[in-house]
Every structure is written in C-alpha cells, then in structure tokens.
C-alpha cells in the first residue's frame, strides 16, 4: 500500500495517531501511512467528555500492528523520516524507502531542553525510556536537584519519596508556567511531609507505560512524549528513607556543574542541607546556582520545557516558515507555508487569531485535538470543501493534577493577554479547593479550580457566553450561593 500514492502523517505520537486514526475513518478510500520513528505509537483510549470542553481519556502504548488492524486502510512503518521533497511529493525514510504522498501531516513532537547536553549526570524526562532511566538513577539516589517549573517538574517535586529534592526555579513562585504565585501559595504545605490526602482515585486523564524490550528506538528520534498521568503507578523512590522534603531555590538557574575533583582543586565551599551531610560527605556531582547557592547531589533532572521539532524538520531541506517559539507555522487549516503539508501536535505553532479565549499550549488534549482537526482539514481540501475551525479551539480548557489536587484550567487563567485591566476573584478553603476567577469589565476571562469544585461545566458556559456577571459581585463564589442553578 504505501508504495502507491497514499496520505502520510509522520509521528507516532498522540497528534499523529490522532491524525491517522481520523483519516481512516472520514478517508475510507484512501490509503494512510503513519510513518513513526517510535517502534510503540500512542493511543486515546476510554475517552469521556467530562464538560463541554473538557476531556478525560487514558492513553496507552501499543505495537503499530493493532493500529493496522483495526483500521484497514492504514500502514504503519517504522522508521525515522530523513527527507521530505515537496515538489516530488514524497518522503524518504531511514530504511532508504520512499513513500509518494497526496497530502503530508508531520506531528513530529518536541525534544527536551536540556540544560547541559552531553552531561550524563543531568536526565530530561520525555518518553517511556527517559522514565525508566530516571527510576534506575533514584534508586541509587540520596539528592536529586530538579531545575524547571513547568508541569513535569511540579509532578516530580511531588512525587518524589526517600530522597532529598532540591527544585531550582527561575520564577518567584512554584509551577509558574501553570499558575500565578497566588495560586502557588495553596500548594507549598504539600512540599513537605506526607502527600496529599485527597490523593485518591480521581476522575482524570490517565497515562498507562507499557513496558517492553522494544521500546528504545535506534534510529535517533525519541519516542512520543509521555502525558498525563505518566507519573502515576510509577514508583519514584531514593535509598533515604525519610519524609519528603522539598527545598526550593527561587528566582535563579544552574551556573556550572562541577566535578567532586572540580570542588576540590578550586576549594569550593558546599552548602549543606540538614542533618544528612557533614564535611565528609561527597556527591557524584555539584551544582552552582546563579544564587551563588553551591549543592551536591546524585543526578539533576532538566524538567525546563520542550523545543518543537520544527528546526530539525528544516534540516530536512524544506522551507518550512518556523515561528519564534521553533513550531512549524500553521493557520487555521493547520497548513504549513508548504502545499499540501500540514503539521499538528507539539510541532506545530498555531498562527490563527486566536479566538479570544484560547491560547497553544503544548499539551495532550490538544495535540489530539489538533492531530483530528488536521485530518479533518485533510479531508475537507481532497473534496474541495471549505471547513471552520473546530470549536475545541474555542476555549482553552485542562485538566491536571497537581500536589494530588484536581487542577483545571479555563480561558485566560492567569490573565494571559488580558494586561491590567481585570479583577480577580478568589476563594479558599486551605487544603482543600482553590478557586481564582478572572472578570474584565464584569465578564469572566478565566479561572482556576483547584479540588473537587464541581464549577467547571458553569465557568465553562461563563467564558463562552460572556455574561455580564457584575451585578452578583462577590456572590459568584460565594459557597453558600449555589451558582450552577442561577447559570445553568
Ligand atoms: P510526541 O508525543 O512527541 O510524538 C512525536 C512522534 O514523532 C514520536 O512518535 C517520534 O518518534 C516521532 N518522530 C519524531 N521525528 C520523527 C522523524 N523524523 N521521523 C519519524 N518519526 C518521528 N501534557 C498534558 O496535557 N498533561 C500532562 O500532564 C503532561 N505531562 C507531561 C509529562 C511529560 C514527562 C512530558 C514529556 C510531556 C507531558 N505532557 C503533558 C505533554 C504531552 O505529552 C505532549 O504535549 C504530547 O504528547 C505531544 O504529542 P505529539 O504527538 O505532538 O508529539
């Protein structure tokens, strides 16, 4: 099949498989080529709509061949893609195999920005394999300094047990890229002592790592990045059996990492952290931050975010136009600049004006989400149809967990875009729930539910409808007020 002409999307990721599995159904007649350097591709299992715009499904890693076989116009081949001839039309692959496409997708993800390269004593975390590396270093471990404050760096910082953690950030507050230092605030009593009571099953988003000997490709691409729930049922132990302890170092970033030999030719006094370290106590390695804060530890997790692979794509030959953040520009056809290449998932940049309360993020929920949009569009241009932009593209909207809470994000949740001009409503029960609420001229921006508010269908509906809401003022979160009935 992949001999003759055919749709080929490239990446086995959620954006790609998204993609693929969409083709298959709207495309029945067409031949589809998922092209993936991963020997495992991802898969959207138990989907649930939990609100309008919210969704709930659990991802597993599967071997291409349950792909084929259960969509039978689909071709799956393994294999890393090293060229792409747009006036041919046609890829090239690894293997020295050339597929002639119609349409191309690339959903080709992001890489880890690791902060020291080639150091083996600094791991990112990405994929299935960069997990398991990180276990097997843990457990060995009595230190770890994370440096990073995004959503997989919070997660560790959690996670974490039997080993000191040192969590370098370069922000005023914890899990900035996520929420304000507000926000932060309700977190930080559960950086230290036991974890979260509430830590029980919850209704969310699920990530399940299949083990299995063949889940290291050889060819030099990674495979897909983990997602949600990737650190659940994934024991994240050290060799000190002690409380958890979190310390963080604020506003500042790794200057240097030194040798023990390094500590020692330039007399380099080391800070000492509790009762766990005397002036005998040697490390694998040391960090100097930028506050002059000089710590030993076992290993350093880079958790500081994720390049798009668009820059590696433009090494492929191809004028792809690439936007500031390194994503491969698409519109709101998620068309690239090329003819008849699209691009979804991690490695695109979404260029589109954006609708008013939307925003990328480089997450799950929408790579799937564009991943189908792209088939969608796929589609609509071989049948000369004109298509609008799907309406998950609306309303930003996330579920996540942190510090074992329920987090979900809606519209401008932390006033993205919104400059000075708006309020902030706020209300707390400490360890329990955490509710912001963002108004602009009485209207609802955004907000942030943290535990089991039950608000989000109504917020939801408030973003989107853009009701004017002055006149309840401070009532809104009143808990007394049942909100739903007045809005529902
Ligand atoms: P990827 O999953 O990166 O897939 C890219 C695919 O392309 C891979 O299969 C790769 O092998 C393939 N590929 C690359 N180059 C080539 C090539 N040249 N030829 C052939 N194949 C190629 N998101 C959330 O929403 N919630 C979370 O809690 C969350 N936690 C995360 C935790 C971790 C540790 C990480 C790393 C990410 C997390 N994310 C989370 C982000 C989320 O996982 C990504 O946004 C999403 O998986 C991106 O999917 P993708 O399909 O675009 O890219």
Redesign the pocket.
Known sequence: MADTDTIVV????????SCTETLSTLCKNESITL????PL??AVTNFKQISRRLEEFDVVENPSSELQEEHRNVTVLQ????SIDPLKREIV?SNGKTVPYTKLCI????S?KLIMKDDPNVIG???TES?SQFQTKLGGSRRVIIVGNG??AT?LAYEIEDCEVVWAIKDKSISSTFVDAGTAQFFLPHLSGDKNVQDGPMKR?KYTVKPSPASS?K?G??????????SLGIPMNGQVQRSRHVRVEYECEIKEILSLAEIRQRNLKVDKIGDMEDENTDWPVYALLTNDKMYGCDFIVSATG?VP?GN?LVTLDLDLKLAADGGVIVNNCMKTNIDHIYA????CSASWDWAPHWLQM??????RQM?CYAAQCIKADLNDEAISLDFCFELFA?V?KFFGYKVILLGKFNGQGLDDGYEILLRMTKGVEYIKVILKDGRMQGAILIGETDLEETFENLILNQLDLSRYGEDLLDPGIDIDDYFD
């Open positions: 490239i990446g086995g990721g959620i954006a790609g498989v092209v993936t350097a991963s591709i991802k294999a890393k893609v090293v692959t959903c080709t993800g992001g880890p975390i990405r994929d997990v959503g997989i997660e988003v490709s060819s691409a990674k495979g897909g990045a983990l997602g949600p729930d990737w994720v692979n590696k979804a998932g991690d490695v480089r997450l799950w929920s929408q790579a991943g996330h996540t």
